[in-house]
């Protein structure tokens, strides 16, 4: 059974330090990785897809990272800003189970200004 | 503007009621889902469909039921037998619901809170 799992748990950092969160999953058959945003009582919003084929995309001052082979993925957020604090989450796609996402538990960001 | 609306966006509940939780989607996408939130955790998979009039089971689906009448709607229904819904619930579509492509990402509607009173 799939497992993804999100280190640290909560994580605060000062204005304009670089973010880097970590996501982990145990089953290398997916086919692909895909980062969220949630703000408090809020839905999620995708910030950033990559294919398995793929080993990293950008967006802005985003950027992803995949080794699928290790079974792990990084976010990247540079120079953060206090409108950076939320929840991150990240999900894969697996092959099996009905091509299912299982999400991990999330990483919560408070950026201090 | 296209989207996803869920509502009621706060709900409360006696036990042993039912209650339904809409969801309503524009974005003519054919895959739809509902999964629940609970603090701390990520989400978890409830039910999903794929085309109108079909759907299958996630991995939480005890005490929940669904329906796919429209392609435009899949509302969640919390029965009695749920036996501890107080959670958020987050409704998402997706263009297909198959394959590896970039038409199985996920948009997600605002979410609803239910309490048990």
């Known amino acids: 059974k799939q497992e993804v799992t999100q280190i640290p748990a909560a994580l605060s950092v000062p204005e304009g330090e670089n973010l880097v969160l970590n996501c982990s999953f145990t089953d290398s058959a997916i086919y692909n990785l895909q980062w969220f945003r949630q703000d408090p009582g809020k839905g999620l919003t995708s910030l950033l897809l990559i294919q398995s084929s793929q080993r990293e995309q950008t967006s802005g001052r985003l950027n992803a990272s995949l080794d699928k082979s290790s079974g792990r993925s990084t976010l990247y957020i540079a120079a953060s800003q206090p409108g950076d604090s939320a929840t991150y989450l990240c999900a894969v796609r697996q092959i099996a189970a009905g091509n299912k996402l299982t999400f991990g538990g999330g990483t919560r960001v408070l950026v201090k200004p | 503007d296209g989207g996803i609306t869920q509502s009621p966006k706060y709900l409360f509940r006696k036990e042993g009621q039912n209650v339904t939780l809409s969801c309503e989607q524009n974005?003519?996408?054919?895959?739809m889902y509902w999964y629940r939130q609970d603090p701390g955790q990520g989400l978890r998979l409830i039910y999903y469909s794929q085309i109108v009039n079909d759907f299958q089971k996630g991995d939480i689906a005890e005490g929940y039921s669904v329906s796919r009448e429209k392609k435009e709607s899949f509302p969640l229904t919390v029965t009695s037998a749920q036996k501890n819904p107080t959670a958020f619930y987050l409704c998402?579509?997706?263009?297909?619901?198959?394959?590896?492509?970039?038409?199985?990402?996920?948009?997600f509607g605002a979410g609803s809170r239910l309490t048990v009173l």
């Open positions: 998402a579509s997706s263009i297909t619901g198959t394959g590896s492509s970039g038409a199985n990402v996920l948009t």
């Open positions: 974005l003519n996408h054919d895959a």
